[in-house]
């Protein structure tokens, strides 16, 4: 919770003046499918994340001149899907596949809201 919640939370806090001036606000989380599926040991990692995007949602709704995005990009080869299911033997993608899903949220200002990203890719 502290790096998943309570820090994005002081982040925004401290940046949410410049955020409202600027011409092109936006906020972006990364969120995972673990804040809204239950898995198994996952307690902590998927509270955290369902609270981050809660958090997102919120700030979405009472800064409607900023974008405030929570993005999903799915299972990524991280350390921590490796961590968690070591008997995996499906290729994951490089988590670097998703940025230009997350670079077009920031060009195209969608609504606010919780995107995956493979969609983001797919729509173009």
């Known amino acids: 919770l502290e790096v998943n919640v309570v820090a994005a939370l002081g982040l925004v806090r401290e940046a949410l003046p410049l955020l409202r001036e600027a011409p092109a606000g936006a906020v972006l989380t990364i969120s995972s499918d673990a804040a809204a599926e239950a898995y198994e ?45 070591p008997d995996d033997e499906d290729p994951r993608p490089d988590p670097a596949s998703v940025v230009p899903g997350l670079l077009r949220l920031l060009d195209e200002r969608p609504a606010s809201g919780r995107y995956g990203a493979p969609a983001l890719l797919e729509a173009r």
């Open 41 to 85: 040991t996952w307690g902590g990692y998927g509270a955290s994340k369902a609270a981050l995007d809660q958090l997102a949602a919120v700030l979405g709704a009472e800064e409607p001149g900023l974008r405030v995005w929570a993005v999903d990009p799915g299972d990524m080869a991280t350390d921590l899907y490796a961590a968690a299911v």
